[in-house]
């Protein structure tokens, strides 16, 4: 199982970025995929979780300002971020469980200034 995570870049306070997580093989029996994130020093930690029924859960630092999606015809689940702010900065990944095991990509940059 490969996941590629892309759509990290650059952006001011204030901006927007959607990130993509292409994942081979087919999403439609995983029952549940995730976005987290990491800056430099930290633990990894969960942004988002979006379930086989699409029900979501979000991490409360980014409520109102984060939207996960997927795409089961196109095995992608996206991250739409809005209103960023610096303390968003980090390396974001992509992670689903196949079974027993977890699986990552390997993780898109964003950085937002200030």
């Known amino acids: 199982v490969q996941l590629r995570e892309s759509g990290g870049g650059l952006v001011q306070a204030g901006g927007s970025l959607r990130l993509s997580c292409v994942v081979s093989?087919?999403?439609?029996?995983?029952?549940?995929m995730r976005w987290y994130r990491q800056v430099p020093g930290n633990d990894r930690e969960m942004v988002a979780s979006?379930?086989?029924?699409?029900?979501?859960t979000y991490a409360d630092f980014v409520k109102g300002r984060f939207t996960i999606s997927r795409d089961d015809a196109k095995n992608t689940v996206y991250l739409q971020m809005n209103s960023l702010n610096p303390e968003d900065t980090g390396v974001y990944y992509c992670n689903i469980w196949r079974g027993p095991l977890p699986y990552w990509g390997q993780g898109t940059q964003v950085t937002v200034s200030s």
């Open positions: 093989g087919s999403i439609s029996g995983i029952n549940f």
């Open positions: 979006i379930f086989k029924g699409g029900d979501t």
